[in-house]
């Protein structure tokens, strides 16, 4: 089975750019959660989406939007690109949006990432 | 804000010593998770244990929990080469639906 995929892999803009990643849960998976992780830090969430709507939001700027389509894939984008916003963007899928809680044996999975550097 | 610390930040071994790595987090939780990152790619989930729960196995792994002091450990045991990686404990927000991380601990081992 097909893990969640991510695209592209490495992307390289320039401040004020605006970008958008993109991510595929795995087959089932209803929710999608994205993950900035900067170099030497633990991934730090940004948004989750579990059924087209929005669940949860990280502590980032209104520059950060996302939404999910019917086919649960889901897209990040970031507006006016700054050269803080360097870094692994990570995209986890569950089947529930409540995965990591203490009922559920759901857990996430995460993608491979897409690499930006914004120079 | 980050709710897990990882001690010690960097570990370096040689091949067949165990490797422990510890997690402390400031409020209370439910389940704790840890995950292994290998060069800057995705995560893998590798264990789960509740709050419930006092120490869980899965193949050469071994994490251990203590509530009354908010830490957990994770020991790797024979390691190998292929275990050089950064390994994060994570736990999960008030809502459920977001893990939080703490900054890692980069194993290297040597053969």
């Known amino acids: 089975d097909a893990g969640v995929t991510q695209s592209p892999t490495h992307l390289i803009k320039t401040r004020g750019q605006q970008v958008t990643l993109r991510c595929s849960p795995i087959?089932?998976?209803?929710?999608v959660s994205w993950y900035q992780q900067v170099l030497g830090q633990g991934p730090q969430f940004i948004f989750q989406?579990?059924?087209?709507?929005?669940?949860g939001r990280g502590n980032f700027p209104d520059r950060f939007s996302a939404r999910q389509f019917p086919n649960y894939s889901s897209e990040l984008n970031v507006n006016a690109l700054l050269l803080g916003d360097s870094a692994l963007y990570l995209c986890?899928?569950?089947?529930?949006?409540?995965?990591?809680?203490?009922?559920?044996?759901?857990?996430?999975?995460f993608g491979p990432g897409t690499r930006l550097t914004v120079l | 804000s980050q709710q897990g610390e990882e001690d010690p930040q960097a570990l370096s071994i040689q091949e067949g010593e165990n490797a422990t790595m510890n997690c402390s987090y400031k409020?209370?939780?439910?389940?704790l998770q840890w995950y292994r990152q290998n060069s800057g790619r995705g995560l893998v989930h590798l264990i789960l244990?509740?709050?419930?729960?006092r120490e869980k196995h899965s193949g050469r792994l071994r994490v251990t929990l203590d509530t009354s002091k908010k830490s957990s450990s994770l020991l790797i045991t024979a390691s190998r080469a292929a275990d050089t990686a950064s390994y994060f404990c994570?736990?999960?927000?008030?809502?459920?639906?977001?893990?939080?991380f703490g900054k890692g601990t980069t194993l290297s081992v040597s053969s």
């Open positions: 989406y579990y059924e087209k709507e929005e669940r």
């Open positions: 986890a899928s569950s089947f529930r949006p409540d995965s990591t809680s203490a009922t559920s044996t759901d857990t996430q999975y």
């Open positions: 994570a736990t999960p927000n008030q809502a459920g639906t977001a893990l939080i």
């Open positions: 087959s089932g998976h209803k929710s």
């Open positions: 409020t209370s939780i439910n389940n």
């Open positions: 244990i509740r709050s419930n729960e």
